[in-house]
Nanobody, 123 residues
Framework: VQLQASGGGLVQAGASLKLSCAASGRTNMNFAMGWFRRAPGKEREFVAAIGWPGISPDYADSVKGRFTISRTNAENTVFLQMNSLKSEDTAVYYC?????????????????WGRGTLVTVSS
């Protein structure tokens, strides 16, 4: 399974950005997908995740009400709509996948990882 994330970039605080991640390879039903991020000098952390087919979306407290995760099931593509971006959202965002209907909140729950896409929010 390969995960390819895209959509990162440089934006000003308060702006919006939408990330996409497409899964290819041996993906089928029951493939949960999620997003994690690693800010400069910090550990990678959970951002959002969604089960299959679009069940149980969950978010980190720091992004609730600002970020929305969604997906297409046929193509196993996941999106992260990020609104009201803050400087503390600056990070490399990683797409993750796991063979399960339900998402997991811990990094150890996820088997497949993309390379990441950089989001920089200037204040």
């Amino acid at each position: 399974v390969q995960l390819q994330a895209s959509g990162g970039g440089l934006v000003q605080a308060g702006a919006s950005l939408k990330l996409s991640c497409a899964a290819s390879g041996r993906t089928n039903m029951n493939f949960a997908m999620g997003w994690f991020r690693r800010a400069p000098g910090k550990e990678r952390e959970f951002v959002a995740a969604i089960g299959w087919p679009g069940i149980s979306p969950d978010y980190a407290d720091s992004v609730k009400g600002r970020f929305t995760i969604s997906r297409t099931n046929a193509e196993n593509t996941v999106f992260l709509q990020m609104n009201s971006l803050k400087s503390e959202d600056t990070a490399v965002y990683y797409c993750a996948g796991r063979r399960s209907r339900s998402p997991g909140l811990n990094q150890s729950d996820w088997l497949y990882w993309g390379r990441g896409t950089l989001v920089t929010v200037s204040s």
